[in-house]
């Protein structure tokens, strides 16, 4: 087959498939099948650049960061609705309606939480996409909607121009788990998904926004060219058969009684949908009285919004309890009068950070609005100070770590505050872990269960007194046996010969990671030498940044850490950088990595091996030396197969350059 029909008709698969996986949640190829063909897609575009097109699945994320968006005149505005918060204010729009049309229908569908977005099609082709703005001028968002994956590239009937309009909007478990991980990582919470769905579509950099797991729904045609469509039911089937992403839960009613018993219905089952809806749209069926019922300034008398009631609480802040989490950020939780609300009752509430209990001027003794965050976490949304009594007491963070009384430390670019005790009681658990990690201290037999079981039996209470156990401490423990005692007493002993790189890895210090401890190793030499390291100094280091040079400072400021340190020397655990010629190491040699790895992000893999003189590349040819495959691998790792090709597991690769 020729190239570009090859070209083609992998897209329009492709496309298909996205389709039926986004759209219609019904995928009808395994992923890694899906992968292949996008791998075969990308090889051919990168054979053929000439043949790329702004329609491929390859294009979606494209671009480079932006200063500033482009303004957006919009060729139809996007008005809004106006609110109904009742039945009977629903009847008086029913009255309104009645007066020029009888009898008429309804369409209600779910009125999505998100950002509101206008997406233009010339020729099927997906080429431009606009906020709202105020109705009449937004903002040019291209680049940034382009990523979201239930949005197609391209239609699939050819049609001239389209203009559609739909909402942006972050499903609840993925806002859940970004916020899970902002937190973890001392980072800003978003108070809900439609904050993040109108932050991520607002980055300047497309490539953070591809990282968001944002999602589409169109419900309104604002201009088609060549056809006309009588009623918004039509107009439904029509943007779903072009393969647009459209919510499936909309209904036609044939008066507002039925309108309202569809509003109750999802009222209720609200919760348990995927995303945040805030109420109902009501949109009459036939068009053809819309142009004399017209509009008001801002909003069409065709169409109406059925606002739920606000799913908010006021209840009192009695305490504010401060807990260190397993990576040892400091985080205060609010202690509530319980106040039921949205179907459980509510008695704590994470107050995030500090910062934000000064921004929003959070006291105890206060009373406080509180919801539920993605339908689910309790939050607080503010106190209301027009209920405050003097008596109210203003929060302070704390100077020492609640758990071990350390100092505690801020981050410049963090909102988080943060116990960096490694042996903080609070943190062992997950310092051990890390500690006896493959990239790190490589303690074979280690893992969180036996973790779990001397910190419990208190046989290990800061990471030093690892190197203290003797064997019948050991066989004490449950499931161990004489042999594995030995064995797991053996792995400890082995470790103490290990490389500086990896002791400094096994910290588990902030920002450095295994390449990072490797360089900072390379230069220093000897622990002793981290002690008195400035921040200056260390920005003189090639790859080391601001934030690396602060958490390695603040590491070595900590006395707790030092004391570890000079502990884990007596017990002859080895501090220096031992020296063979590493650059050279891996010098010649080609790598090829494929499905994903435990210990390293592909990116540290990939820098770790050009870190050591390797070289990676994309595809697997003869000249390929090894062949890295973690989980879930793609064709890659049967083509190393096929022309006999070395392939390294994770733990093989570890091996390689923890022999270095
Ligand atoms: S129709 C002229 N349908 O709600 C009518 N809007 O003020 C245009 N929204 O800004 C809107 N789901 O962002 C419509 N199914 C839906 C909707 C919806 C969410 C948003 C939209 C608009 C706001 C209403």
New binding site residues.
Partial sequence: MEVNKRIEALRAEITKYEHYYYNLDNPLISDREFDNLMQELIKLEQEHPNLVTIDSPTQRVGGKPMDKFPDYAHRHP????DNAFSFAELLDFDQKIKKLVPNPSYVA????????ISLIYENSQLIRAAT?GDGLVGEDVTLNIRTIKNIPLKLSEDISRLEV?G?IFMPKKDFLKLNDEQEEQGGKVFANPRNVASGSVRQLDPSITAKRKLSA?V??LLYIEGLSLSEQVEILSYLQKLHLPV?DK?QLCNNIEEVYDYCLKYQELRHDLPYE?DGI?I?LNPFSYRSQLGETAK??RW?I?YKFPAEEKETILNDVEINVGRTGIIAPTAILKPVSIAGTVVGRASLHNFDLIKEKDIRIGDTVLIHKAGDIIPDIIRPMGEKRTGEEKTIHPPTNCPACNSLVVKFADEVAIRCENINCPARLKESLIFFASKSAMDIEGLGPAIVEQLVKEKLVSSIDDLYKLNHSQLLELERMGEKSALNLLNAINVSKERPLHKLITALGIRHIGAKTAYTLAEHLQNIDNFKHVTEEELKKIPDIGDKMAESVVKFFAEPRNLETIESLKAFGVNVVQVSINNKTTLSGLSFVITGTLENYTRKEAEELVVSLGGKVTNSVSKKTNYVIVGSEPGSKAEKAKELGINILNEPDFINLIGKV
Avoid: H, M, Q, T
């Avoid at 996007?78 to 609705?81: A, D, H, P, W």
């Avoid at 569908?109 to 509101?116: T, Y």
């Fill in positions: 996007l008005l809004s609705l569908e779910l009125k999505i939480d998100g950002l509101s709202r309009r909402e729904f419900y309104d919510n909309w809806i749209v949109k909003s069409p169409a919004a």
